[in-house]
């Protein structure tokens, strides 16, 4: 009995393993992997007016296989147009325009990367060449012919990057970095495209815009502009410090693509952000001043943002030595970018015109500028004790007394609300 059973069930399995391998045969049919394979025109003319820019590639395969499509001239040299790639059993069809893998002609002259590349004129064999998991090969050729290709290559140069050194700080120096490129022949809005990457190939890279000032159409031939400041003018936090690389790319119509690049070494980035600590300032007096004496002022400056912050003179410590004399008298002007202390008053005749640099020499940081010149800066984190004076020597009868206040001035940039009349005091001046 228990024998009967055994045959019965073996008999069972082997008609269940035939059955799969008739199933299995009849899923992967014997024969080549590539069963059938065309092209629709037998003469392309890649020149995008339309007509005959396009040939459709149909091929069908037996059973899953690698598949390559490539072009031999009449002289053997061969253009990839897919190179190696998985494909399911079945029909499968693409379009194909002319453009193949990147290649180079004797008489080119182009210095950057060609990405890819029409075929040029003449007479070329098309082969579809499929090879299945098992290792059997097979392919179909057939006849090309391009003509009237429009093998100009949309050619990018002279790609520059000034300053060099990108330092987006809003300091006045270096803040923004202007990119110019040429581009030879016309191709879509979007064709032309600059990104910004990280030269070790980490993070994503970053697109840029191109200027509104630019004399050119997007995508127009000729000379095309590019003003980048980091993201500073939307207050945004700019890349981080260290080397990039400036990448342009360009595609014409027929989806011909080159690129160059060129580097760039961003430092001390970060938004400026600073402030008179805790709004707090000493005067030397908090009601009265007699005439021609001098009004002190003691305040800390602190820099709590993530850039270095520049200032200009005159020093900490300076004292005007009448109501009259003022920054640019000094010869000390205003300086796009720098950061300087200020006093103000309400009979003064223009917006903070007693300025101090914020901190003493000592107490900053020297980081000269391109042209060698010295700048002073207050770095992230830091924080710099100011003091100076006014001279009191003009009486306005209608305003005495009068508000005297301190405020923190980014030149030509901003005076930030928190920074703005800072612990205004009531000072009289009084005849002696």
């Given at each position: ?232 003018d939307l207050g945004q936090e700019p890349p981080a410090d260290g080397d990039y690389v400036v990448t342009a790319r360009a595609e014409d119509r027929l989806g011909q693509k080159t690129l160059i690049t060129t580097t760039l070494t961003l430092a001390r980035g970060g938004l ?14 908090t009601e009265a001043v007699l005439f021609g004496q001098t009004l002190y002022f003691t305040l800390t400056v602190y820099n709590y943002g993530t850039a270095p912050i520049r200032t200009t003179g005159p020093a900490a410590g300076f004292v005007y030595d009448s109501m009259s ?108």
């Amino acid at each position: 009995m228990r024998l009967s059973l055994w045959l019965t069930a073996g008999v069972a399995l082997a008609a269940t393993a035939l059955a799969l391998a008739a199933a299995w045969a009849w899923l992967t049919p014997s024969g080549p992997p590539l069963a059938a394979a065309s092209f629709s025109l037998t003469r392309l003319t890649p020149n995008a007016d339309g007509r005959d820019d396009v040939t459709v590639v149909r091929y069908r395969l037996r059973r899953p296989a690698t598949v390559s499509i490539y072009l031999l001239d009449a002289a053997g040299r061969r253009f990839d147009f897919r190179n190696a790639k998985a494909r399911q059993a079945g029909s499968n069809e693409v379009l194909f325009s002319g453009i193949v893998d990147p290649f180079r002609l004797p008489d080119d002259t182009f210095a950057g990367e060609v990405l890819a590349r029409v075929l040029p004129d003449g007479a070329y064999t098309w082969v579809i060449e499929a090879v299945d998991e098992a290792g059997q090969q097979n392919q179909v050729t057939g006849a090309l012919t391009v003509a009237e290709a429009d093998t100009a290559l949309p050619e990018l140069s002279n790609l520059s990057v000034s300053p060099q050194l990108f330092t987006p700080n809003q300091d006045g120096l270096g803040d923004r970095v202007i990119i110019n490129v040429g581009l030879s022949k016309a191709v879509n809005a979007d064709g032309l495209r600059l990104s910004l990457s990280r030269a070790d190939g980490s993070g994503t890279a970053l697109p840029l815009a191109e200027s509104a000032d630019s004399l050119k159409l997007p995508g127009e031939a000729g000379l095309h502009t590019y003003d980048y400041d980091g993201g500073i003018d939307l207050g945004q936090e700019p890349p981080a410090d260290g080397d990039y690389v400036v990448t342009a790319r360009a595609e014409d119509r027929l989806g011909q693509k080159t690129l160059i690049t060129t580097t760039l070494t961003l430092a001390r980035g970060g938004l400026p952000r600073a402030e008179i600590h805790l709004g707090e300032v000493q005067y030397s007096a908090t009601e009265a001043v007699l005439f021609g004496q001098t009004l002190y002022f003691t305040l800390t400056v602190y820099n709590y943002g993530t850039a270095p912050i520049r200032t200009t003179g005159p020093a900490a410590g300076f004292v005007y030595d009448s109501m009259s004399v003022n920054y640019n008298t000094l010869g000390e002007y205003v300086e796009a970018g720098a950061f300087r202390v200020g006093l103000m008053c309400d009979t003064c005749a223009s917006d903070y015109p007693w300025r101090w640099a914020i901190g003493r020499p000592e107490d900053l940081t020297l980081i000269p500028d391109d042209q060698g010149r010295p700048q002073y800066y207050l770095m992230p984190g830091q924080r710099a004790l100011v003091t100076g004076g006014v001279t009191l020597d003009e009486v306005v009868p209608a305003r005495n007394p009068q508000y005297f206040w301190a405020g923190l001035i980014h030149e030509e940039v901003e005076i930030a609300a928190v920074n703005n009349r800072v612990d205004p005091r009531y000072i009289k001046i009084e005849q002696p």
